[in-house]
């Protein structure tokens, strides 16, 4: 990890306590950039910063739960000067809440909805503006292919990670006259704590089906966020970009 192609620049991750988002918060911090790590669990994150600290990497842990939407502007108002100014959004915080659809019912719908795809709303909104007035940003937002094929069980997850291709390709559309880039990353099956609680037999099955033949680690989705939040990746905006072993071509 020579290249510090993010020096200068203040990222917000949510969901950073753990899995994929806490491997984003790890790379972007290598890439130089300073990181707001965000989640409801505020020790994970202070152990976390207190890790990178050790580094040179500049963490500021920040308890936010996206359950609470309309807490999430005031939240961000309060942060400390230095890293008061985002300039790359990641919209990674995600849970599942699976039922078939006879079985589901309105909570379960309505708690996926709320964190996955209006806790992304709420946030990239509160930091849009200072993103605008500096003429420069980055919106990244982890969807998952699961929003781009369907997956029975997970009507509410999908209908949710398929709203954030709909919300992203909207906001590159909207933004990019101020060079703020939106755009969206989907992973296919990631190591994390979210598949390990896939059954043994049915993961086996999983991997058979992806052509790369293994699932992906937290590190694969890492990197495409980088380059997505980039200088060099200043004229993709409004694109999907699945890193699913080929999953979903
Ligand atoms: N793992 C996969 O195979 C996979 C595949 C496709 C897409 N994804 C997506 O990638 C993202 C990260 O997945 P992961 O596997 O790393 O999941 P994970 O290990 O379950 O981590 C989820 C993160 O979201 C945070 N979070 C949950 N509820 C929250 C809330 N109400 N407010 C704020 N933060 C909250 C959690 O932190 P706290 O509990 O501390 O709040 C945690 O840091 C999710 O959006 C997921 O849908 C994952």
């Known amino acids: 990890m020579t290249a510090m192609r993010l020096e ?39 152990s976390l910063s207190a890790e990178l600290a050790a580094e040179g990497v500049e963490v500021h842990p920040l308890e936010l739960d996206l359950a609470a939407p309309e807490t999430v502007a005031e939240k961000l108002g309060e942060l400390p000067e230095s890293f008061s100014e985002v300039d790359i959004l990641v919209n990674n915080a995600g849970i599942t809440e699976d039922g078939l659809l006879a079985r589901m019912s309105l909570e379960a719908w309505e708690d996926v909805l709320r964190v996955n795809l209006t806790g992304a709303f709420a946030t990239a909104r509160a930091v849009s503006r200072g993103m605008m007035r500096r003429r420069w940003g980055r919106i990244i937002s982890i969807s998952s292919v699961v929003g781009l094929m369907g997956n029975a069980g997970q009507a509410n997850y ?4 398929a709203g954030l291709v709909g919300f992203s390709k909207s906001l590159a559309r909207e933004l990019a006259s101020r060079n703020v880039t939106v755009n969206v990353v989907a992973p296919g099956f990631i190591g994390t704590a979210m598949t390990d609680r896939i059954p043994e037999k049915h993961r086996e099955e999983l991997v058979g089906v992806i052509p790369l033949k293994r699932l992906g680690s937290v590190d694969d989705v890492a990197w495409a966020v980088a380059f997505l939040a980039s200088e060099e990746a200043g004229y993709v905006t409004g694109h999907v970009l699945n890193v699913s072993g080929g999953l979903y071509i």
């Open 158 to 161: 999908a209908a949710a990670k």
């Open 8 to 46: 200068g620049r203040t990222a917000l991750v949510t969901g950073a306590s753990q899995g994929i988002g806490e491997a984003i918060v790890r790379v972007l911090g290598a890439q130089g950039a300073k990181v707001i790590a965000a989640a409801r669990s505020i020790d994970k994150l202070q």
